[in-house]
């Protein structure tokens, strides 16, 4: 079984909808993150958290939320989808020590997500 | 000036030959750097990581760090078709919310037959 998983992998929706992609860990990892990729702009941060209680933007937070149920969970949801958020969407976990060396992130398969 | 850099691409090699992949960075207190590599469609996948200045080694692949010049590298020996994908370079930069992990655009690799 894969160590991070997303569902759904691939989702069309509509402008206005709001939407939720889930995400699970089975490494054990405190940190988990959201990402979104697009062609030319590499990947961008939205969120992310370094335990259960703690959430934080990252650099394209807007239109976006997130939920941390679990240690194990990270939910993202686009409130009001719109087309511009049309993108790839990719969770991952981290083990870091917090110290600033190894901060190896590891990735989930991704979400590919259509907004019409 | 982005944080990391990377030319997009594609640089296109023979296959047997050496790729020779470059990034750099904006601040001079990042401590972790790290190479990943995706194929189109899938996730990132960590092949090296690189902490101290100098080479690294990891069976055809050598990461080089030089601080100074805030620039790190990737060489791949003997390049295979399997070998095409997207390198992103990413560097851990120090904010005041912690750690964030900050990634290029990618360079596009292509081995050629």
């Known amino acids: 079984d894969a160590d991070v998983t997303q569902t759904p992998r691939n989702r069309i929706t509509k402008t206005g909808k709001r939407i939720m992609l889930e995400c699970s860990q089975t490494k054990g990892h405190d940190r988990m993150y959201w990402y979104r990729q697009d062609p030319g702009l590499g990947l961008r941060l939205i969120y992310y958290s370094f335990d259960v209680k703690d959430i934080n933007k990252g650099e394209i937070s807007d239109g976006y939320s997130v939920s941390r149920q679990a240690q194990a969970k990270f939910s993202l949801s686009l409130e009001s989808a719109i087309p511009n958020q049309t993108a790839l969407y990719f969770c991952?976990?981290?083990?870091?020590?917090?110290?600033?060396?190894?901060?190896?992130?590891?990735f989930g398969p991704g979400t590919r997500l259509l907004v019409l | 000036q982005k944080e990391v850099e990377q030319n997009s691409g594609p640089l296109s090699v023979p296959e047997g030959a050496i790729a020779s992949l470059n990034c750099t960075y904006s601040?001079?207190?990042?401590?972790?750097f790290f190479w990943y590599r995706q194929y189109s469609g899938k996730s990132p996948e960590l092949i090296m990581s690189?902490?101290?200045?100098g080479d690294k080694e990891d069976g055809r692949f050598t990461a080089q760090l030089n601080k100074a010049s805030q620039y790190v590298s990737l060489l791949i020996r003997d390049s295979q078709p399997s070998d095409s994908a997207t390198y992103l370079c990413a560097v851990l930069i120090l904010t005041g919310g912690g750690n964030k992990l900050t990634f290029g655009t990618g360079t596009q690799l292509k081995v050629e037959l």
């Open positions: 991952a976990t981290s083990d870091s020590t917090g110290t600033g060396m190894g901060e190896t992130q590891y």
């Open positions: 601040d001079r207190v990042s401590q972790s």
């Open positions: 690189i902490y101290s200045n």
